[in-house]
């Protein structure tokens, strides 16, 4: 399985963007894909997560309610809407994927860059 993730720019605060990752490969063996986000200085931290079978979602604390994480297991794509955003929700944003059997997240797609800023 591959990733690619896009859909990242610059945007104000309170603006709208929406992420896409595509996943190219066979995904029978893929239990869980999130977004993480890692911004300069700090550590990389997983911000949603959703099953790819049965779409059961995660968030972090800090994007709840204005994050939302969904999946179409037809087209294998997985997306981020992220709303209401916030200066400090700049960072580039990545998405990986969970084998099951496997504990960590191990399939890695390269990261978007994401800007809020007026």
């Known amino acids: 399985v591959q990733l690619q993730a896009s859909g990242g720019g610059l945007v104000q605060p309170g603006g709208s963007l929406r992420l896409s990752c595509a996943a190219s490969?066979?995904?029978?063996?893929?239990?869980?894909m999130g977004w993480s986000r890692q911004a300069p200085g700090k550590e990389r931290e997983f911000v949603a997560t959703?099953?790819?079978?049965?779409?059961?979602?995660s968030y972090v604390d800090s994007v709840k309610g204005r994050f939302t994480i969904s999946r179409d297991r037809v087209n294998k794509i997985m997306y981020l809407q992220m709303n209401n955003l916030r200066p400090e929700d700049t960072a580039t944003y990545y998405c990986?994927?969970?084998?099951?059997?496997?504990?960590?997240?191990?399939?890695w797609g390269q990261g978007t860059l994401v800007t809020v800023s007026s």
């Open positions: 990986s994927a969970r084998r099951s059997g496997r504990s960590d997240y191990g399939i």
């Open positions: 490969g066979n995904m029978i063996n893929i239990n869980n």
């Open positions: 959703i099953t790819w079978t049965g779409g059961y979602t």
